[in-house]
């Protein structure tokens, strides 16, 4: 689920374009909002970019298409790259007006926001999504390691963030016992 064969699409198991429009059509009409989960920093290595953009990735010396940790089934989006930067950029536009006249989804869930590996982009998408939206309230929400990355992607223009390791503290020191009352563990 966290690396993307084709951010224009949706995976079938979820349905169809149409199907996605109606979802968005009656959130909306009960006065709720839809945001997208997407991961800037990298995607599948069966992404349609793999052989259609390969300047979209970061390599290694050898040339084999780099990757984060242990994540060894996604390839890093490189972010040097200008022609990949406005991909990325019409990417969240086509999302946010997919409906037509300027509507669509209301933000994005940005996996790993601080991973990517020139965080100038923030400076250069978000300012640039919310002029061509500029009668909506658009969310961008990272998902974010570490106060001064959570900051640093504030200061680029990101409304919001979670930090998981504060997610990590909560889900590990917190727990429920069996009668579902609040437990600190040890």
């Known amino acids: 689920p966290y ?4 951010f224009r699409a949706i995976e079938p198991e979820y349905g169809t374009i149409e199907d996605m429009g ?21 995607t599948s290595r069966d992404n349609v970019w793999i052989t ?15 990757y984060d940790c242990d994540w ?3 390839a890093k989006l490189d972010y040097r790259q200008p022609a990949l930067r406005a991909e990325m950029i019409a990417i969240y536009d ?3 007006g997919f409906l037509g006249n300027g509507d669509g989804i209301d933000g994005f869930r940005l996996d790993m ?3 990517i590996n020139d965080k100038g982009f923030w400076n250069e998408a978000v ?7 500029a009668d909506r309230e658009l969310l961008f929400l990272a998902e974010c390691y570490g106060l001064d990355n959570n900051m640093d992607l504030f200061a680029r223009g990101i409304n ?21 009352n609040t437990q600190i563990i040890p």
């Open 52 to 66: 259609s953009h390969p300047e979209f990735y970061v390599k290694r010396d050898n040339g084999e298409v780099f």
């Open 3 to 6: 690396s993307i064969r084709d």
């Open 72 to 74: 060894n089934d996604t």
């Open 127 to 133: 300012p640039e999504l919310k002029r061509r939206h």
């Open 94 to 96: 086509h999302w946010f």
């Open 22 to 42: 109606a979802l968005v059509r009656r959130a909306h009409a009960m006065g709720l909002k839809v945001i997208f989960d997407i991961t800037p920093n990298h």
């Open 113 to 115: 926001a601080h991973f």
């Open 160 to 180: 919001a963030a979670y930090d998981d390791d504060f997610y990590k503290v909560c889900q590990y020191l917190y727990g429920l016992d069996d009668a579902g």
